[in-house]
């Protein structure tokens, strides 16, 4: 009896006229995260198929997990389509299941196919009741689903479903980049900007020595994760450290982190230009801490035109902290290494900085060479997707 694996895509059906484009790039991202088994991959408009090899299948499915853009998929038993063909494999398949009660939902998508779907739900209804003993039908709460496939050539028979990782396959839109700290908040934030379908580059601003190679280690672990839901992740690091002593040489210290997230965004600017990126994603949720304010991020957004997506702008800590269980990246986040924010961090930041004081404050140095220099000077680090836990941290 052959398997496949059969793909419903979910969210693309609400894309008319990218459908094509939507189903290519799904198709694409599949191949190359399966390139390592000997796969045959199908599409059609509404399914995609893999054939593949059942030693593998287990393996295959934590890889299929990390793909955006699948609804749900099926281990599904293939078969001609036609009656006496799908009744002997239903007849031969239900012999081994155990089950009390059940019910057979059968789509037809091939039309000319000549019996309907009702029918074909009462035909092969009959073929389960005549095959096993003390069993009945349950229309409302059925121990098994019988779900049943018609197309033009072949047809599928499953019992199970398992999700897949939802939203819009990657590279759907353009690239995006992510500013990436050691924090709970920010790999969270990757994670949801590329389930949007959006590719990332990371950022990392590093101070050294103010900040320890464990912290850079803790963020090439985060993007590590993030790489599941690609392949590979470019990991620019930023060193900040003149910026930063500079500013807490010159400023008054309640403005020190206003403005060196204002630098921050300046600095993640003129990268999208050297990467290619559309936007900044990051991790701010708003009342999080005083530069999260609405004031605040008032006046340290007001050095750039681009947009900055914030997916977890309005996310409860809790909510947050759910999010990056699940993505398995919390255990790495509450490891306990400083980045250069937690460092420089004043007694009495400002929650309600004035624009006007933001700037005076910056008047007090020359920074735009600095700018120039880290932006010339940056540090990339391609990570890959990794099956290896990150033991040697713990
Ligand atoms: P996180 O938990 O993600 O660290 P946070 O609550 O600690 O966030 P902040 O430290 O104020 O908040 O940072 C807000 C956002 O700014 C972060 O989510 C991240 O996107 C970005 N950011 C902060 N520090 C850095 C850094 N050193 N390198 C890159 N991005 C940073
Ligand atoms: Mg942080």
Known sequence: MKRVILIKYGELTTKKGNRNFFIKMLYQNIKSKLKNFDVT?????????????????????????CVFGIHTYHIAYIVDTNIEDIKNLLRELVIDLDFKTFKVETKRSDKSFPIHSQEMNRILGGVVLKNKEGISVDVHHPDLLVKVEVREKNSYIYFNAYHGAGGYPIATQPRALLMLSGGIDSPVSGYLAMKRGIPIDCVYFEAIPHTSLEARNKVIELSKK???YTNEVHLHIINF???????????????????????????MERLLDKYHGLAIVNGESVGQVASQTLTSMRVINEVTNVPVLRPVACFDKLEIIDLAKKIDT???????YEDC?????????????SLEQAKKEEDKFDFSLMIDEVVDSVDTIVVKEDEEEFSDLL
């Open 330 to 336: 919390y255990d790495i986040s509450i490891l306990p």
């Open 341 to 353: 924010c937690t460092v420089f961090v004043p007694k009495h930041p400002v929650i309600n900085p």
């Open 226 to 228: 993030l790489a599941k």
């Open 241 to 267: 450290t003149k910026i930063q002593e500079e500013i807490y040489k010159n400023c008054h210290p309640s403005y020190c982190i206003t403005i060196m997230r204002r630098m921050m965004y300046r600095i």
């Open 41 to 65: 991959i199908f599409k059609d408009r509404s399914r995609m198929y893999i054939e593949f090899h059942e030693d593998d299948l287990e393996n295959i499915k934590k890889k299929l997990d």
